[in-house]
């Protein structure tokens, strides 16, 4: 493999998923919550403040930092921080060798580092299973489970946002846009892998 996968994606669309069946299926390190754990250490930052920078922290067009629960005077510089521990991690996983990124910008981050890597949308059409995986995973009511994806989404929307002035979802922000309502994770799987060359 010469270069990294960074698969965005839509909550509920198993973008995460997608990624962990490549990173088994070619060998390669799967970084996901391992960036902030990784960023953690690496800045000294505390892991509990950095485990809670995530992508669902952006209301609007600023930080909700009272998410975060931190009354330093720095306060406001730390959003920049931990981004900027976060973009040190993708970068020197990558120039270490090719990885599978999960969000968190990692596409900006490696363009702006010259790296090469794939990037990729995955969204999806199916509803239902949409809603499963948000009541499977983060324990949603089914009444609620599509106004919570809806939410999420625009958290990582106004997330990309702040930090490269891009638009989540943008077809012209990536190499490939998938629909895993259709093609389903596995055929996912095989697309990305082929535009690679690898399968």
């Known amino acids: 493999m010469n270069r990294s996968i960074v698969i965005n994606r839509e909550f509920g669309s198993g973008g995460r998923e997608i990624g962990r069946m490549i990173s088994e299926r070619t060998g390669m390190e799967l ?3 391992r960036v902030l754990q990784e ?3 690496k800045r000294g930052l505390p892991a509990d403040l950095l485990a809670s920078f995530d992508e669902r922290v952006v209301t609007g067009p600023y930080f ?3 998410m975060i629960g931190v009354g330093d005077p720095e306060i406001y510089s730390l959003p920049y921080r931990m981004y900027g521990a976060i973009s040190e991690v993708i970068t020197e996983a990558a120039q270490a060798a090719p990885a599978v990124f999960i969000g968190r910008c990692a596409d900006s981050i490696l363009r702006q580092a010259r790296l090469r890597f794939r990037n990729v949308f995955i969204y999806s059409t199916d509803l239902e299973r949409k809603m499963a995986r948000a ?3 983060d324990g949603v009511r089914r009444k609620d489970a599509e106004k919570y994806i809806g939410r999420m ?3 990582r929307s106004r997330y990309q946002q702040f930090f490269t002035n891009t638009r989540f979802g943008d077809h012209r922000e990536y190499d490939l846009c998938l629909n895993s309502g259709r093609l389903d ?3 996912c799987v095989e697309v990305i892998l082929a535009s690679v060359g690898e399968r």
């Open 31 to 33: 970084y996901d919550t």
């Open 64 to 66: 909700d930092l009272s």
């Open 135 to 137: 009541i499977e995973l």
């Open 153 to 155: 989404d625009r958290a």
């Open 185 to 187: 994770y596995r055929g």
């Open 39 to 41: 960023a953690a250490i």
